[in-house]
């Protein structure tokens, strides 16, 4: 079902509390997903879309996502976490309308992965060793990354859905490893980095490690 402003509209209860001021909705993520904070915070917020001026809308679809599970909704926030994110991304009904979630463009960031070691190792280690944007320029410095968001020179942008899964198994791995670095485990993270990279994710890992994990 596509989406629409008007679908699945529900009796809007009064909302004192929203009507003697401006309603607006602020837009956070961090490493779990995507944040929509009404201010003030209401319980039933999502049935006061009107309240919101021009974040009606996006109220309007925050809606639609929860009726559709897509989203966690409390009075203080809906999260559509990164995973649900992507998977709107891949659905034709939402291509015209994930712009009023208000995030940043999507740019294709591409990182060089760099390894040390052979996966028997125990000291065996997979990094990003460098960033490269769409154009094939390395940023200066060492881009922030945020859950599926990156930020470089002051500029935010969504990492292409591969890339983030990648940084997200990097992520998980450096969680882990401090208590299971077995061959096995080594082998089973290897295999979901090379995934995002057979995917689109990663460009390469750095020629003198190539050799090593054969």
């Known amino acids: 079902m596509a989406w629409s402003p008007f679908a699945g509209k529900r009796p809007s209860p009064s909302h004192a509390a929203l009507s003697s ?3 607006m909705i602020t837009v956070t993520w961090d490493e779990t997903g995507v944040s929509f904070h009404p201010s003030p915070a209401l319980a039933g917020w ?3 879309p009107s309240s919101f001026g021009s974040d009606a809308d996006l109220v309007l679809l925050l809606r639609q996502l929860d009726e559709e599970a897509y989203v966690e909704i409390d009075e203080e926030r809906a999260l559509l976490e990164w995973e649900s994110y992507y998977k709107l991304r891949s659905l034709e009904e939402y291509s015209g309308s994930l712009d009023l979630l208000g995030l940043p463009p999507y740019e294709n960031w591409r990182p060089a992965l760099t390894s040390k070691g052979a996966l028997i190792d125990p000291d ?3 990094a990003i ?3 490269r944007d769409s154009q094939g320029n390395m940023p200066r410095g060492n881009p922030e ?7 470089s020179s002051g500029k935010s942008s ?5 890339v983030w899964r990648t940084v997200r198994a990097l992520a998980e791995r450096r969680a882990k490893v401090e208590y299971d670095q077995s061959p096995d485990e080594n082998r089973r993270d290897w295999a979901r980095i090379i995934r995002g990279r057979s995917e689109g994710g990663p460009r390469r890992f750095s020629e003198e490690d190539r050799g090593s994990h054969a």
């Open 21 to 23: 001021q401006q309603a």
């Open 124 to 126: 065996f280690s997979i």
């Open 46 to 48: 999502l049935d006061a």
């Open 145 to 151: 990354i945020l859950g599926a968001v990156l930020t």
């Open 158 to 162: 969504l990492l292409p859905e591969p």
């Open 129 to 131: 060793q460098s960033w």
